[in-house]
């Protein structure tokens, strides 16, 4: 059973900083697609960065230069570092996985079966 749990969330100012991580058991890293989504109240859920199993991360235009995705294949746990954080950047963060999809599917949310439950960042002005 594929299990994926968020930490790493919290509440800071705007212009901080905060590291989540995405702990997978039952799921082995391979090339398969893995990303973050978020979802803040009232909007639909997005994505924010993903990678295309193949090489390097793929990011929302918003916020590009500013977070970055990296994996831990030895632990088996992804992390998003989202530094110089806004108010909008305010959402339940979710990790999510996919089996069977790499490349340009990556973007698409429905390829990934596999979520985890999210951690909320809050982020005051």
């Known amino acids: 059973q594929v299990q994926l749990v968020e930490s790493g969330g919290g509440s800071v100012q705007a212009g901080g900083s905060l590291r989540l991580s995405c702990a997978a058991s039952g799921y082995t890293f391979s090339t398969h697609c893995m990303g973050w989504f978020r979802q803040a109240p009232g909007k639909e859920r997005e994505g924010v960065a993903h990678?295309?199993?193949?090489?390097?991360?793929s990011y929302a235009d918003s916020v590009k230069g500013r977070f970055t995705f990296s994996q831990d294949n030895a632990k088996n746990t992804l992390y998003l570092q989202m530094n110089n954080l806004k108010p909008e950047d305010t959402a339940m963060y979710y990790c999510?996985?996919?089996?069977?999809?790499?490349?340009?599917?990556?973007?698409?949310?429905?390829?990934?079966?596999?979520w985890g439950r999210g951690t909320q960042v809050t982020v005051s002005s």
């Open positions: 990678n295309n199993g193949t090489g390097s991360p």
């Open positions: 999510a996985a996919a089996a069977g999809y790499s490349g340009s599917w990556c973007r698409l949310q429905w390829v990934y079966p596999y």
